[in-house]
């Protein structure tokens, strides 16, 4: 995850839920803890408590689902504060919007999740000292204006590109400390004109991360359908699997991304593959409530009664009350009934097809 993601995925969950009763940590070894002991717990309200709200913008809510609803499903093998480095970047200009946290960092607490019995994977979250405590910063979003405006800075970063590849072409495969090639960082920057750069090199466009994500992966979980062609049009793999066993059909499926996921399926994704827990893109559908995902991936031969490593059915996912965060059931329930009524109609031949 590059730190531009970190912060804002930090800061986004901030604006999900209000500040809890919790004393705020008054240390970062106390801030530690009670992560440890959360994710432990499962426990994404507590998690969520941890991060410093102020300010924070509705536009940033639907970034951080993915991965506040994730860290507690994984092995953690250790946790660890570390010092700051000393040329760490918290303020970030991505077209014409300046992102920075709202809690000074002063250190990084560096968590190694269980990959495979061999391997961990590293993630390391900002953490910041307040007032009343220390925090997980929350993302501030700044729109620059004058001189700085979208557009001009959105050619100025074109052009300053365009220069360091000429000069350095080597450099338009290199990964960051994630993995990320700059064809994956741009999109997961959404910068589209990048991408276009970056595309008439001879990039590897399937390359993936250090999850296993591919450019593909990461703009079909952000919707961004313009970039979807662009891929696909260089013939990106549209079955392309992740360490998760995520295929690009399963990031839409979870973040609800609609257009997203018929561009793919148009492009002959593949609507039953399994990730490695046996889940398909139905399953995550179903299970969000995202009813028109769920019709979608219905009409294009979803297999209804398939069943994941625990015998749950995508219906069995969509009447499931307990495997979504507690603040996400109040807004998830009304399409998680719509899609089993879809799903049952399906069973009986009735839904459309």
Not at 180 to 186: M, V
Request: glycine share 6%; charged share 20%; aromatic share 4%.
């Amino acid at each position: 995850m590059n730190p531009l993601k970190q912060i804002i995925c930090a800061g986004m969950v901030a604006a999900l839920m209000p500040a809890f009763a919790a004393e705020t940590p008054n240390s970062a070894e106390q801030l530690l803890d009670r992560l440890q002991s959360a994710i432990k717990a499962k426990d994404t309200n507590a998690l969520v408590a941890l991060v410093n709200c102020q300010g924070i913008s509705d536009r940033m809510k639907s970034l951080i689902l993915p991965m506040m609803a994730d860290m507690p499903n994984h092995e953690i093998a250790s946790m660890k504060l570390l010092p700051l480095p000393e040329k760490y970047q918290s303020t970030y200009e991505v077209n014409g919007i300046r992102y920075r946290p709202n809690v000074p960092p002063v250190g990084l607490i560096d968590v190694q999740f269980v990959k495979s019995e061999n391997a961990v994977q590293s993630m390391q979250v900002p953490y910041g000292k307040s007032r009343d405590g220390f925090w997980i910063p929350g993302t501030l979003e700044e729109k620059i204006t004058g001189a700085g405006s979208t557009e001009a800075l959105a050619r100025a970063k074109l052009e300053k590109a365009k220069a360091a590849f000429q000069a350095q072409p080597e450099s338009v495969s290199q990964k960051d400390e994630y993995g990320r090639t700059p064809l994956n960082q741009a999109v997961c920057k959404g910068d589209k004109d990048i991408v276009e750069l970056l595309l008439t090199y001879n990039v590897d466009i399937n390359a993936g991360d250090n999850s296993g994500r591919t450019a593909l992966h990461w703009a079909a979980d952000t919707g961004q359908v313009e970039v979807m062609k662009l891929l696909l049009a260089k013939k990106a793999s549209v079955d392309a699997k992740s360490n998760a066993g995520w295929t690009p059909l399963h990031e839409a499926a979870y973040m609800g991304k609609t257009e997203a996921a018929a561009l793919l399926l148009a492009n002959q994704a593949e609507v039953n593959a399994k990730a490695n827990n046996g889940q398909t893109s139905l399953h995550l559908a179903a299970l969000h409530g995202y009813t028109e995902m769920v019709a979608l991936l219905i009409a294009n031969k979803a297999e209804i009664n398939v069943q994941d490593d625990k015998k749950q059915t995508p219906l069995g996912a969509a009447l499931d009350t307990n495997s979504l965060p507690k603040y996400l059931l109040p807004t998830a329930l009304p399409g998680k009934k719509s899609a089993a009524d879809l799903l049952r109609q399906a069973e009986t031949g009735s839904a459309p097809k």
